[in-house]
């Protein structure tokens, strides 16, 4: 029997070096590996390219390894809940691929199924295609590395000619991500939002590390509900169902907000 398991998240992470690229999954804050992250951030390890939807916020997620300064550049789509993002992408610390998010998503697909490059129409006529956007600022307002231009052509497509840029693929040397179950053959079950980027992180990545809130015996799980299958991952954690999970911003009904949990009116002051 192929049994994926690892004792602890840092013997799973252990040898990921500094320079390392990787794959993580999460979108917004559902389904952060945060176990994973926080043993990459005690090993020390910098200098990392990490390609994710976005990076956390300040205190959580990737962004604790960004508030350590060990992520070189980043590749999301989304980056506009983290402050010190900000900071170290315009002072020139950090370096930004700044991709569209359907985009980036057929690009873990794609690097994972084995296909090099595609064609979108996403992006035609702005700075995705023509090049210009910034990737690192050089601490003075001055753009030091931008973009590049990149392939458009035309194509009869849906029974329109139109044009479309050619993106390449993305594969990293390591993804890391978070499911809810997972079996000893490493065939993983996802959460709701939790299932929008961490099975592409997951087949992106040439060795797959997955930390799993609950670990069942081959054959427990039903076949026809697998999510991602065992053949892209390597290593598995268990976590457990208490690991903190945190809600990137949270509101509620008015409704709600004027009632207390047990049905009866909330006493809410004058003025408030």
Not at 27 to 34: C, D, T, V
Request: proline residues 4%; hydrophobic residues 40%; charged residues 20%.
């Amino acid at each position: 029997m192929i049994d994926k398991t690892w004792g602890s998240a840092a013997e799973a992470v252990a040898d990921i070096p500094d320079g390392a690229s990787l794959a993580v999954g999460g979108f917004g804050l559902s389904g952060n590996p945060i176990a994973l992250i926080e043993a990459l951030l005690v090993q020390g390890t910098s200098e990392l390219s990490i390609v994710s939807n976005n990076c956390g916020v300040d205190d959580w997620g990737l962004g604790i390894l960004l508030n350590a300064k060990r992520i070189r550049k980043m590749t999301s789509s989304y980056v506009g809940e983290n402050k010190e993002f900000e900071r170290q992408f315009l002072s020139g610390e950090l370096e930004l691929e700044l991709t569209p998010q359907g985009t980036l998503a057929e690009k873990l697909r794609a690097g994972g199924s084995g296909i090099a490059a595609f064609y979108t129409q996403t992006g035609v006529g702005t700075q995705v295609a023509e090049g210009g956007l910034p990737r690192r600022y050089d601490g003075n307002g001055g753009i030091a590395v931008a973009s590049p231009v990149k392939d458009v052509r035309t194509f009869s497509f849906g029974g329109r000619d139109g044009e479309y840029v050619l993106e390449e693929a993305i594969v990293t040397d390591f993804a890391l991500v978070h499911a809810a179950k997972g079996d000893r053959h490493g065939n993983l079950v996802f959460n709701k939002a939790a299932r929008n980027f961490n099975p592409l992180a997951a087949m992106a990545g040439k060795v797959c590390i997955a930390q799993v809130e609950e670990l069942v015996e081959p054959g427990e799980l039903d076949a026809d509900s697998i999510h991602l299958p065992g053949v892209y991952v390597h290593r598995l954690v268990e976590v457990g169902h208490n690991i903190q999970k945190r809600i990137e911003r949270r509101t509620v009904s008015v409704a709600e907000a004027l009632t207390n949990p047990d049905g009866t009116p909330r006493d809410i002051p004058e003025g408030a």
